[in-house]
């Protein structure tokens, strides 16, 4: 019986089997399709972002779009309305721009995209006002307007203050320009939500001075209390009826007499200066108590001295 010979390349099949079965397998990367823009139906502020929203989805899977025919194909594909009947008879035509995507890019923005004319972005953004809107979208429009305006930053700054609602750009007064116009945008949208917050809490209540509490007191207090001086201060209205009614005193609440006669009662003096017929000055006293005593009253207390004849 004859030994078996082994076969050379049935052993370089095996090993190179098993260093293929030993290796990973490769890692195939997917990328997923962008969405597809919403229909454009020939609004000529919205033809920028239209076309720029194709030019993404064609760049981010050019396996899916391999002839110019095709990308062209793609963007008529999004239109609607009088945009798709203008493409429709472009289509038909098979003219140059349906050849080649830029060429039709191109005519797409002679036919819909609106002209600088009178409003250019430079005076669009010169004229820009917050007005009533929000700060965000002021500072949107701004955005949108300054990319496209070719200014320098200083002059962005400026623009933007300028545009500002009068309070808001009165707060920002104290900051700097050297903020540069990115932070100082999200300076001025931080300022106008707090201002705002607070306006929405209303004005805090000012702290009221308690109010003088009148007390009624029984008439079995009045007896034994000090006389009132009505001179300085008020009775209550309760009092001064009580006292009315019952024919008491209205300064020491005594009976048997009243105001105007009251003995307790410090002297209400008037006095008058007049000149007789010789051009004499002469004083005048009007009092409730005899002139003697009130000498003596006005002397102890240092208001003047006189000589009575």
Known sequence: MEAEVPDPFRALVEELRQSLLSQPAPQVSVVASPPDPPPYTGDPEACAGFLLQCT????????????????????????????LQWAESVWQQAGPATQSVEAFIKHFKEVFQAPAGDSSVQEQLHRLRQGKSSITEYALRFRTLAAASGWNEPALITTF????????????????DSLGLERFIQLAIRVS???????RQGPSEPTRA????????????????TPMQIDTVRLSATER????????????????HLLLTCPVRPPRVQVCISSGHN?????????TQPLNQLVTSFTATSWFTCTLP
């Open 210 to 225: 308690p109010r003088p509490v009148h007390h009624d007191f029984p008439p079995e207090a009045h007896s034994r209390e």
């Open 241 to 256: 009826r009580r006292r009315m009614e019952q024919g008491l005193c209205l300064y020491c609440g005594a009976t048997g």
């Open 193 to 199: 939500h707090r201002r705002e917050g607070c306006l």
């Open 161 to 176: 203050r300028l545009g500002l609602q009068p309070a808001l750009r009165l707060h920002l007064a104290s900051y700097d």
């Open 279 to 287: 051009h004499t000055p002469s004083l005048c006293f009007s009092s």
């Open 56 to 83: 993404l989805a064609l760049e981010m899977d050019p396996r899916r779009f391999s002839s110019e025919r095709g990308k062209v194909a793609y963007i008529i594909s999004r239109l609607d309305g009088r945009a």
